[in-house]
């Protein structure tokens, strides 16, 4: 049967429901925006009130016979060629959460990349799985890890062969892809799962210029942020499945254990909308963002002191096997300062908010959303960061580990050390305790130090050095990081 994409059913359903004047005697208690503040009005405006209902006895009757979810998520799935599709207003924190939780059962293995998201490790914790790590690539040079190999899984399988599956991040939020069809072969010669985490590549079905997307590569269930690379709301994510290495009703159940039982038609109406705009037009916009993204790459390369990132700086043996190129990386080493100090300066004095930031790095993410203003903008931005760069200099210097020094001892699960007895020890004082909290420097988001992993002078360093050049580690008990929170002495 056709699928008509230019059908829309939350955002339909939500247009009756004002067209028929839908009187509620139900939550939302702003009734329509006429109880909410009229300075929230004002800031926010009525729009998002009047969007905001009920999705069951609101949206759809009590007994959701309209089925205006479910048809809104057969269309997704059909758009980016998965069997199922699931809708999450609680993010793709949620929605990994869930995927772990339906590969792997409490106190069983599970293959992950130890380049995660902290969301993956909030579901270790919240789960109690067995990690077994998989070594992200390394790039020594740069200071910078792509998505492991598949000879990394194939190694971890034959050494934990009772290990679930497997979990990889692909893209970085840098923009650097993994050999998905290759992973994805290891998992299913052994009749073992995929989970790929793709938050940062919703929109990578909609373009053949871009990186491989999971569906088409092979993987079972994979997660995506509708609000990242998309143009919905932030906390719109959605998860899709394929094959019958999972049961869709397992996933749907352990993402109703996770999810709330109030969702936000708002985001439920950015994600329809969303995948309506890319099926029906994504391939141009697409092509418009990427012929953008290789002007302003050019451009900002011809800037004296800045280097853009691209495929051949990630990509090769020991490293990246895929590019996209919307994320624009800036390395900000021959001005020698570092990203935190030139991301703090653009904000301050072109009110240019960058994506990650980190000792060396700014990125600057394009969407389709973007055009030649905004572009121009950045551009003219970072140009006068270039001529006021003495003026960031000199910059404390990150003591950033090698890779070898990176990689902590897991001395017990992440749930035991997450839920023992805890005490907040000095920071010089910390070296050989067992951490009891996540550490994790922010944007991207990827942990330096799990719950569980026994800490070293190296890492310790990188973070005491990272926090007094600028970077932010906001999970930590003290985000001055002068104590850390380690398993109480009878418990390490």
Same mark, same amino acid.
């Given at each position: 049967?056709a699928?008509? !994409?230019?059908?829309a059913?939350?955002?339909?359903?939500l247009?009756?429901?004002?067209e028929?004047?839908?009187l509620?005697?139900?939550?939302?208690?702003?009734?329509?925006?006429?109880?909410?503040?009229?300075?929230?009005?004002?800031?926010?405006?009525?729009?998002?009130?009047?969007?905001?209902v009920?999705a069951?006895?609101?949206?759809?009757?009590?007994?959701?016979?309209g089925?205006?979810?479910?048809?809104?998520?057969?269309?997704?799935?059909?758009?980016?060629?998965?069997?199922?599709?699931?809708?999450?207003?609680?993010?793709?924190?949620?929605?990994?959460? #869930? /995927?772990?939780?339906?590969?792997?059962?409490?106190?069983?293995?599970l293959?992950?990349?130890?380049?995660?998201?902290?969301?993956?490790v909030?579901?270790?914790?919240?789960?109690g799985?067995?990690p077994?790590?998989v070594?992200?690539q390394?790039?020594?040079?740069?200071?910078l890890?792509?998505?492991?190999? #598949?000879?990394?899984?194939?190694?971890?399988?034959?050494?934990?062969?009772? /290990?679930?599956?497997?979990?990889?991040?692909?893209?970085?939020?840098?923009?650097a892809a993994?050999?998905?069809?290759?992973?994805?072969?290891?998992? !299913?010669?052994?009749?073992?799962p995929l989970?790929?985490?793709?938050?940062?590549?919703a929109?990578?079905?909609?373009?053949?210029d871009l990186?491989?997307? #999971?569906?088409?590569?092979?993987?079972?269930?994979?997660?995506?942020?509708?609000?990242?690379?998309?143009?919905?709301?932030?906390?719109?994510?959605?998860?899709h499945?394929?094959?019958d290495?999972?049961?869709?009703?397992?996933?749907?159940?352990?993402?109703?254990?996770?999810?709330?039982?109030?969702?936000?038609?708002?985001?439920?109406?950015g994600?329809?909308?969303?995948?309506r705009?890319?099926?029906?037009?994504g391939?141009?916009?697409?092509?418009?963002?990427?012929?953008? /993204?290789?002007?302003?790459r050019?451009?900002?390369?011809?800037?004296?002191g800045?280097?853009?990132?691209?495929?051949?700086?990630?990509?090769?043996?020991?490293l990246?096997?895929?590019?996209?190129?919307?994320?624009?990386?800036?390395?900000?080493? @021959?001005l020698?300062?570092?990203?935190?100090? @030139?991301?703090?300066?653009?904000?301050?004095?072109?009110?240019?908010?960058?994506?990650?930031?980190?000792?060396?790095?700014?990125?600057?993410?394009?969407?389709?959303?973007d055009d030649?203003?905004?572009?121009?903008?950045?551009?003219?931005a970072?140009?006068?960061?270039?001529?006021?760069?003495?003026?960031?200099?000199?910059?404390?210097?990150?003591?950033?580990?090698?890779?070898?020094?990176?990689?902590?001892?897991?001395a017990?699960?992440?749930?035991?050390?997450?839920?023992?007895?805890?005490?907040?020890?000095?920071l010089?004082?910390?070296?050989?305790?067992?951490?009891?909290?996540?550490?994790?420097?922010?944007?991207?988001?990827?942990?330096?130090?799990?719950?569980?992993?026994?800490?070293?002078?190296?890492?310790l360093?990188?973070?005491?050095?990272?926090?007094?050049?600028?970077?932010?580690?906001?999970?930590?008990?003290d985000?001055?990081?002068?104590?850390?929170?380690?398993?109480?002495?009878?418990?390490?």
């Amino acid at each position: 049967m056709a699928v008509d !994409h230019r059908q829309a059913p939350v955002l339909e359903a939500l247009a009756r429901y004002h067209e028929t004047d839908e009187l509620a005697f139900t939550p939302p208690g702003h009734k329509q925006a006429r109880g909410a503040d009229p300075e929230v009005r004002r800031v926010l405006g009525d729009a998002v009130f009047f969007g905001d209902v009920l999705a069951i006895g609101g949206l759809d009757d009590r007994r959701m016979r309209g089925s205006v979810l479910q048809r809104a998520e057969r269309l997704m799935a059909d758009a980016v060629h998965a069997d199922h599709t699931f809708f999450s207003t609680c993010g793709s924190s949620l929605s990994v959460k #869930a /995927a772990m939780l339906t590969v792997a059962s409490p106190h069983e293995k599970l293959l992950v990349g130890r380049d995660a998201h902290k969301s993956v490790v909030s579901g270790l914790i919240l789960c109690g799985i067995e990690p077994v790590w998989v070594e992200p690539q390394w790039d020594p040079v740069r200071h910078l890890a792509h998505p492991p190999s #598949a000879e990394a899984f194939e190694k971890a399988f034959q050494e934990h062969p009772d /290990a679930r599956g497997a979990l990889v991040t692909s893209p970085t939020p840098y923009g650097a892809a993994g050999d998905l069809r290759a992973i994805a072969e290891v998992c !299913h010669r052994r009749s073992r799962p995929l989970v790929v985490d793709e938050a940062w590549g919703a929109h990578l079905p909609f373009h053949h210029d871009l990186p491989s997307w #999971a569906m088409d590569a092979g993987a079972d269930i994979c997660v995506t942020s509708i609000h990242k690379m998309g143009s919905g709301l932030e906390q719109g994510s959605v998860f899709h499945l394929q094959g019958d290495l999972i049961d869709p009703a397992d996933l749907a159940s352990r993402a109703d254990l996770l999810g709330t039982t109030s969702p936000s038609v708002l985001l439920y109406a950015g994600v329809d909308g969303w995948r309506r705009q890319m099926a029906l037009h994504g391939t141009a916009l697409l092509s418009k963002a990427l012929d953008l /993204a290789a002007e302003v790459r050019a451009a900002i390369e011809r800037v004296d002191g800045l280097h853009v990132n691209d495929e051949r700086d990630f990509c090769g043996p020991g490293l990246a096997v895929e590019f996209d190129p919307l994320p624009v990386v800036i390395d900000l080493q @021959a001005l020698d300062t570092t990203g935190y100090r @030139a991301a703090d300066w653009l904000r301050e004095h072109h009110h240019l908010d960058m994506h990650v930031v980190d000792h060396r790095r700014i990125s600057a993410q394009l969407t389709h959303a973007d055009d030649a203003s905004t572009t121009r903008a950045l551009l003219d931005a970072l140009a006068d960061l270039v001529r006021h760069a003495p003026e960031l200099r000199p910059a404390p210097r990150v003591a950033v580990p090698e890779p070898g020094e990176l990689r902590l001892e897991q001395a017990c699960l992440p749930r035991d050390a997450f839920f023992s007895r805890t005490e907040d020890v000095a920071l010089d004082a910390a070296e050989g305790r067992v951490a009891a909290e996540m550490l994790t420097p922010y944007p991207p988001g990827i942990p330096a130090v799990l719950p569980g992993e026994r800490l070293t002078r190296p890492v310790l360093r990188y973070l005491r050095t990272g926090i007094d050049a600028g970077m932010n580690v906001p999970d930590a008990a003290d985000r001055r990081l002068q104590t850390v929170r380690v398993m109480a002495g009878d418990d390490a």
